[in-house]
C-alpha cells in the first residue's frame, strides 16, 4: 500500500470545532442559538442513527437541535404542514428531511416546500440553480466535504482531470458543479458510460458515487491519483465504499477511506450550512472566507 489515507474523521471534527466558535459568537451577537430540526418520517434503523448523530453534533457545535420523529403512515400532507410551520419558525434556521421518505410521500414535493434560504442539504431546485449558475445558495453537504478534502489534499484544483462516477442529485450533479468552479477538466461518468476504466485511467481526481461496493478496480486509477469514495454500502463485511480499496490504495496518492472518510465531513458541513444559514436569516454578518 502507498497511497496516504485521507483521515475524514479528523477533517470533520476541526471542522465542528471551528462552527462551534462560529456558533458560540453568533449567540452572543443575535442573543439565540443557530437552529437545526431534523425531520424522520418511520423507524429505518439506519436512518435513526443518523438522526440521532446529527442532533448530538448540532449540540456539541453550540447549536439547538430540533428532532421531529413522526410514523411511517404519516401522510404527505401532514408531512408538509410541519415543513411550513419549520419555515415559519424563526428559531429553525436550517431543516432537513431525512431521506429515503417512505413510498407514499413524494419527495420532490416535500423538499421543494422548504424555505431555500432554510434549505441546509441544498436539495431545493432553487439551490441546484443556484449552484449552477455561481449564485449563493446552500450545496449539498456530501459533495461539499467531498470538494473540502480535495482542496486540503491537494490545493488549487484548476486544470485537473476529474471524473466523477455517478449523475444523482445528491452527489454526482453538484460535485461535477463545485469541480468545474474550481477549474477542474470535469467528466461525468455513470451506468451507460463506454469504457468506464480509459476514463478513470486519465483522471486525477476520482469520485465515485454509484452506490455498489467495490465497482471501482484499483487497475483502473493512475498511479498518484487522489481517490473520493462516497459509497456507504452494507454488506456481510460492514461498511465498505464504492471502491475497491486494497487495490486502489496500492497505485493511488491518496484515498478516503469507509469509514472513516466523506461521511463525517457530510454531517460536519451539515452543521456548516446551517451556521451560515443562521447568519444570513438573523441578518448578522458572516466574514467571506470565515469557513
Ligand atoms: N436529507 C438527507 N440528508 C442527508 O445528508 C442524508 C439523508 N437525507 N439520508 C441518508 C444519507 C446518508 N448520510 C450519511 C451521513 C453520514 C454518514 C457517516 O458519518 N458515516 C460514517 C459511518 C457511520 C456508520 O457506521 O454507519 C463514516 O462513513 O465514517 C453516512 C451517511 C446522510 N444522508
Not at 423507524?43 to 453550540?62: L, Q, R
Not at 455517478?166 to 477538466?185: D, E, F, Q, Y
Request: include cysteine; proline fraction near 5%; aromatic fraction near 2%.
Amino acid at each position: 500500500m502507498s497511497a496516504e489515507i485521507i483521515d475524514g474523521k479528523a477533517a470533520a471534527a476541526r471542522l465542528r470545532a471551528r462552527v462551534g466558535e462560529i456558533a458560540a459568537a453568533f449567540e452572543a451577537v443575535a442573543g439565540r442559538k443557530a437552529g437545526l430540526a431534523v425531520v424522520l418520517v418511520g423507524a429505518d434503523p439506519a436512518s435513526s442513527v443518523y438522526v440521532k448523530s446529527k442532533g448530538k453534533a448540532t449540540v456539541a457545535a453550540n447549536m439547538a437541535s430540533f428532532e421531529h420523529r413522526l410514523p411511517a403512515d404519516t401522510t404527505e400532507a401532514d408531512l408538509l404542514a410541519l415543513v411550513d410551520a419549520l419555515n415559519a419558525d424563526p428559531a429553525v434556521d436550517g431543516i432537513l428531511v431525512q431521506l429515503p421518505l417512505p413510498k407514499h410521500i413524494r419527495e420532490s414535493v416535500v423538499l421543494t416546500r422548504i424555505d431555500p434560504d432554510k434549505d441546509v442539504d441544498g436539495f431545493h431546485p432553487v439551490n441546484a440553480g443556484r449552484l449552477a449558475t455561481g449564485l449563493n445558495g446552500f450545496v449539498p453537504c456530501t459533495p461539499l466535504g467531498c470538494l473540502m478534502l480535495l482542496e486540503e489534499q491537494l490545493g488549487d484544483l484548476s486544470g485537473l482531470d476529474a471524473v466523477v462516477i455517478g449523475r444523482s442529485n445528491i452527489v454526482g450533479k453538484p460535485m461535477a458543479a463545485l469541480l468545474t468552479k474550481a477549474s477542474a477538466t470535469v467528466t461525468v461518468a455513470h451506468s451507460r458510460t463506454k469504457d468506464l476504466s480509459s476514463h478513470v485511467a486519465r483522471a486525477d481526481i476520482v469520485v465515485a458515487a454509484v452506490g455498489i461496493p467495490h465497482f471501482v478496480k484499483g487497475e483502473w486509477i493512475k498511479p498518484g491519483a487522489t481517490v473520493i469514495d462516497v459509497g456507504i454500502n452494507r454488506t456481510e463485511d460492514g461498511l465498505t465504499g464504492d471502491v475497491d480499496f486494497d487495490g486502489a490504495a496500492s497505485v493511488a496518492g491518496a484515498i478516503t477511506p469507509v469509514p472513516g472518510g466523506v461521511g463525517p465531513m457530510t454531517i460536519a458541513c451539515l452543521l456548516r450550512n446551517t451556521i451560515v444559514a443562521a447568519h444570513r436569516n438573523a441578518g448578522v454578518q458572516l466574514g467571506k472566507d470565515a469557513i
